[in-house]
């Protein structure tokens, strides 16, 4: 196999908050501060007291075992659910009361654990839903295909191909989303959420079902698309050899509670977090 | 990179009117010559009446993915505003005169103001009806449709003047609806259905379908564009009411009882839920098959359900699935032959349950 470099992350720093975040950011506003977040299912606490801020062009990582919270966190920060405690910071804004629509208007765009692609649609067609709002014609000058139409389908179309380069994906702009394979379908679940032009990328498990080689490529596009958009990534992952690679702050989470957050040394070192996660799901 | 030549818009474009063109002509030569009876002129309006109402109730089930059952509802708000608009109008004098130019402007201002109020309704049923999760908007929609039926029956008068004319019916309508002009609206609503289902608009009410999740996590104000598509579902069952109105010449309220939305729900069904050819198809094969059963009366109901269950056992995605013909991609297979595209292999976890 090809070596395999190290990838290069950023030294944290803390913040009069006492959050950690990447010394590169420190002048801008982080893109996510989420305080004391909650929420309760019923009689279930499923995420309780989560705080954490994100660094502008940050590769933070979320883990901890199943049913943790990782997927709530995520459905609360794109109001795919409503908190029932805590606020949520997007680039300085506070997104009470928006819904899952103004929050990726914000900026914050995500992939799902279990995939949700537009099966039956192009993969064409489900990057250009990406960019739905980029796409500016009204409907009236859709069904008369006035010149508007044609302009901004055929950018669209370009910048398609573009990102779905990304992944080397471009050859397959025809085929239905639903019969890609597996490892394809989440890639194409990320160019989407790139589609929208977000600053905060969400990603959901997206080297779950991947082997070694197609993981490490993953972590090379990960880092590659954190370069080029100068974004801001966080992702849940199972695969320790990704989040230790590319993550720079990581936070663990237990039960729906916070139990360790810092860098990958730091959590790897810490006891709490080999009792709870590491000590029994260490794997290859 | 593919080496798949593609046939440039214009050219289809072009291809789909001469076609169009020359299914109109052949039509009319045979109804202008009498091959076509009078009889079964009268069946093709109908047919192009049932068209029209199931290519407009796929874009609800269809392409938006939700399960109206007050189509019949929205033909009939159509077909007596249409109506009581025409009684209105100089339509009826014009036509008797012959003045059949002058008479244009407000036939198609009928059928505008038809769409236009079976549109109203769309957007007021439609609003709550599709803010609220899982079946609600099939219990509403049947309920709205049996409501304006209710309503037309008992209610012959409006603030004193004489409207709707209750359980006798509106009589006396001009009676504008000819081949030619049932042609033309179902050219004009398949062109326009097409259009927007080609273009942002569509995409965003296809992706509903799809997956309401995702929609809109990548911003896509799914209630905006379910109302939209449910809207433009109820215009174009507002103008089939109008030619219906127009071809009969008068209405009565039980036209439009459940059974009748239901009939056109068995034609997209049939048909293929979001294949717009497999609606047209149905549609019109249903037409004939309805009109030969005429003298059974309401047991055809009785076929209708056995062709479903059928369909179900041995075709369960319709008879066309969610295919759309396309003469030009057909026109591209044929050029393009002998140049296969490599096929990726089927996904292989087929659907992931969904939890989140
Ligand atoms: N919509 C819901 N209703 C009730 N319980 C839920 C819901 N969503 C998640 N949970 C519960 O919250 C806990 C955390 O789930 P999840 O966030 O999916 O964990 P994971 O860390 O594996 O992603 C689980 O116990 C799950 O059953
Ligand atoms: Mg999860």
Known sequence: ?284 | MKQTKRIPMPVRYGINLVLTLALWGVLAAMIASGVITNYWNGVLITIGINVILAVSLNIATGYLGQLPLGHAGFMAVGAYAGGIFMKATPLGALLKAGETGAAVPWIILALLIAGLTAGVFGLIIGIPALRLKGDYLAIITLGFGEIIRVVLTNVDSVLGFKFTYGAAGLKQIPKITSFNLVFLCVALTILIIHMVMKSKHGRAILSIRENQIAAESVGINTTYYKVAAFVLSAVFAGVAGCLYAGYLGSLVPSSFKFMKSIEILVMVVLGGMGSMLGSVIAASVLTVISELLRSVGDYRMVFYALLLVLMMIFRPKGLMGTYDFSMSRLLEKLINRGKAKPVPSAAEGEEAQRDE
């Open chain 1, 1 to 284: 196999m090809n070596e395999k470099k190290t990838f290069q992350r950023g030294r944290l720093v803390p913040l009069p908050t006492n959050a950690f975040i990447p010394e590169r950011d420190l002048e801008k506003t982080p893109i996510l501060e989420a305080s004391h977040l909650g929420i309760d299912f019923g009689g279930l606490t499923a995420v309780d007291d989560f705080n954490l801020t994100i660094g502008r062009t940050e590769i933070a990582g979320l883990i901890g075992p199943n049913g943790a919270g990782k997927t709530t966190v995520f459905n609360l920060l794109t109001k795919v659910y409503q908190p029932t405690r805590g606020m949520v910071m997007i680039d300085g804004y506070d997104t009470a009361g928006m819904n899952t629509v103004q929050v990726n208007k914000l900026g914050v765009a995500r992939t799902f654990q279990n995939i949700r692609l537009f099966n039956a649609l192009s993969v064409e067609d489900n990057v250009k839903l990406g960019m739905h709002n980029a796409i500016k014609y009204n409907m009236a000058a859709g069904v008369l295909r006035l010149p508007v139409y044609w302009k901004q389908e055929r950018i669209a179309h370009e910048r398609a191909l573009e990102l779905l380069s990304i992944f080397d994906m471009q050859d397959l702009a025809d085929v239905p989303a639903g019969s890609l394979p597996y490892g394809a379908q989440r890639r194409l679940e990320i160019v989407r959420a790139l589609a929208t032009n977000p600053s905060l990328l969400l990603l959901d498990e997206p080297a779950a079902g991947m082997n070694p080689s197609e993981t490490y490529e993953l972590m090379e596009n990960i880092v590659k698309i954190r370069d080029t958009f100068h974004i801001a990534v966080m992702l849940i992952e199972h695969d320790m050899s990704l989040v230790m690679g590319i993550c720079e702050g990581i936070c663990v989470l237990n039960f729906g509670k916070v139990i360790a957050k810092g860098t990958a040394e730091d959590i790897q070192s810490n006891p709490v977090v080999i009792e709870a996660y590491l000590g029994k799901k260490k794997e290859g």
